[in-house]
């Protein structure tokens, strides 16, 4: 990587992180906030919640006001460089309406239960409807590569895709209950699907990536102290961009969902958990592994910790087994899975 990449990317991550930062002065006046009900909500005071918001502003505004930045100090003038840049944003999303649809989507469903408690089965059928709807525009793998052989049926990409889409964009939900444990897992996913992609998939590097991770530390700076919460408008938004981008990666199925086992396991196992004692999905609950960890007197932030240690090794692993290729990003995926259900079932046990 020359010197040049190297400071355009340290340069769009500290945009990023000083946008964020000037986004959430402003989100934390608009009143919308998180109050304690004294359940699942133990914290002491209404803490504000639209720092999934703080994070879009920072990234795009970043990303722009960089890319700007860069195209004058390439030698272009102003009109020139405004030109380029428009033809540039639109190269960029030619070909991306599903993409762009499930995620604004998502985020509009999620910011409209931040501000005004959306019903719940209603905005999980919009959900469903988006997710369906960006699979069938084209938002899928071209291939499910398995040892047996490749699955291109188109029926069986849409629907699995249509499911992914929707599964993890409601784990990052799901998984945001507790300081840092959800946006922080998440960088580390973006950073792992980042990697992957530009060596082994289709993208090329990119300063674009720094500008998202950027962002998301300053919101973290706040919200592991507890003063800020990413909100549905960020967990569903960015739960749908890492989804429709790891899509969109040209990455083996088994490697992202390597990336996102440490989301996978937790829900997946608490609803097969909270199926099997008829306790319904859609109601609130505190049965995710790490909310029994934190009413066992673990801290957010040791949580918090564990889960990132969990989401690097899924990084490191699925990058190791992507490079390996053949039927090693499958082996990798279901022992990795298999590990993590035991340790769930061991720790499910124990807390019993």
Known sequence: ?????????????????????????????????????????????????????????????????????????????LGTGLTEFTAAIGDLLQGQEALLLVVLGAFCLGLWDDVATANTKLKLAALIGLCATAAVLGLKPAALFTPWGEITIPAVLIIGSAAWLLVFTNSVNFIDGANGIAIGSLAVMFTGLAI?????????????????????AGFLLHNLRGTLYVGDAGALGLGALFAALSLRSGLDIWTIATLALPFLVDVLMTLIWRARHGRSWLQPHTDHAYQLLIAK???????????WGFSATCAGMAYIAAQGGGAAPFAVFWGLCAAGIILWIRHRRSAQ
Not at 196 to 216: D, E, M, N, Q, R
Request: net charge neutral.
């Open 1 to 77: 990587m020359s010197a040049g990449l190297i400071i355009a990317s340290a340069a769009f991550a500290a945009l990023g992180f000083a946008f964020c930062l000037i986004a959430i002065a402003l989100v934390k006046r608009t009143g919308v906030v998180d109050a304690p009900d004294g359940d699942r909500k133990t914290q002491a005071v209404p803490v504000p919640r639209l720092g999934g918001v703080a994070i879009a502003l920072g990234a795009i505004l970043s990303s722009v006001i960089g890319f700007l930045i860069l195209i004058i100090s390439w030698g272009a003038g």
């Open 196 to 216: 992957c992609g530009t060596v082994i998939g289709h993208w090329g590097y990119s300063v674009f990536w720094f500008a998202l991770l950027g962002a998301i």
């Open 297 to 307: 007197g673990w801290t957010h932030l040791d949580a918090a910790i564990l889960y």
